[in-house]
């Protein structure tokens, strides 16, 4: 997992966001998240003052709407559940444009767009700002067992090791005139599919033969970190405690 490795997301930059270590950046994260969870559906100001503050993060992280808006298909899924919410819910029927529907449907696909986008922005901002090495890391800090982090960490490693080789037999189907025109193509595709796995196999086998002659004995080494000022901390849970100052705000206004 090298540092020249490209990223589709990450940016790299100093900024004061980027400059926040990973697992305090992970930590402010998930506390945002559960406070957006959290907010009934129906308080709308909450949620246009969640996308605010965001912004400001993004700001500081000089990530720009662009940027982020495009990375936002992620939440698709959640887009199409939320459309179909008010024609299959049941309830209270009401007429939007000549449609009926469902209005707990409405409110409730309403709510759920809300916080998906909400929580996918943070992640984004997350993402953009944090390197994969620099979250391994994080989640060592954090705790997380280290099967799962060995895990993490060699699928990052080798997501573009995998990704080159594929792009290295799509140049050499196109070298000799091949392109997929109709299904019974899928023939060809399916044999380049399986060469992948096999040769995919095979270096993992490689790697790992690599590894154990150089002492590998099943855990990775932990790097020691230094510890990280209260300052950083008490900067990066202000987020969180923003869109918790706003929820009870609004819980005290209602």
């Known amino acids: 997992m090298g540092a020249g490795h490209a990223h589709p997301v990450y940016r790299e930059r100093r900024t004061p966001v980027h400059d926040v270590p990973a ?26 003052a969640y996308l605010v503050i965001l912004a400001a993060v993004a700001g500081a992280a000089r990530l720009r709407i662009g940027f982020i808006v495009p990375r936002l298909v992620v939440e698709l899924p959640f887009v199409i559940f939320a459309l179909l919410l008010p ?27 809300m ?24 989640l060592e800090r954090l705790r997380l067992p280290q099967i799962l982090v060995q895990i993490l960490t060699f699928m990052l490693r080798y997501l573009d090791v ?15 005139a091949f ?29 790992h033969l690599a590894m154990l002659s150089r002492g590998y004995t099943g855990r990775l080494p932990v790097m020691e970190q230094p510890r990280v000022a209260a ?21 005290v206004l209602s």
């Open 23 to 48: 697992h305090v950046k992970l930590v402010a994260v998930v506390s945002f998240v559960l406070v957006v969870v959290a907010t009934p559906g129906t308080w709308y100001p909450a949620f246009a």
């Open 87 to 113: 024609f299959v819910a049941t309830g209270p029927r009401i007429e939007i444009g000549g449609i009926s529907v469902s209005e707990t449907g409405l409110v409730a696909g309403i709510a759920l767009l």
């Open 115 to 138: 916080k998906a986008t909400l929580s996918v922005i943070a992640s984004i901002v997350f993402a953009s700002t944090t390197s994969p090495r620099e979250m391994v890391r994080g």
């Open 162 to 176: 995998v990704g080159g080789e594929l792009k290295r037999m799509r140049i050499a189907r196109e070298s000799r």
């Open 179 to 207: 392109t997929a025109r109709h299904l019974g193509h899928l023939r060809v595709l399916g044999h380049a599919a399986g060469a992948l796995f096999i040769r995919s196999y095979e270096r993992g086998e490689r790697v």
């Open 231 to 251: 300052s950083v901390w008490v900067r990066a849970l202000a987020v969180p405690a923003a869109a918790l100052a706003v929820l009870l705000g609004s819980w």
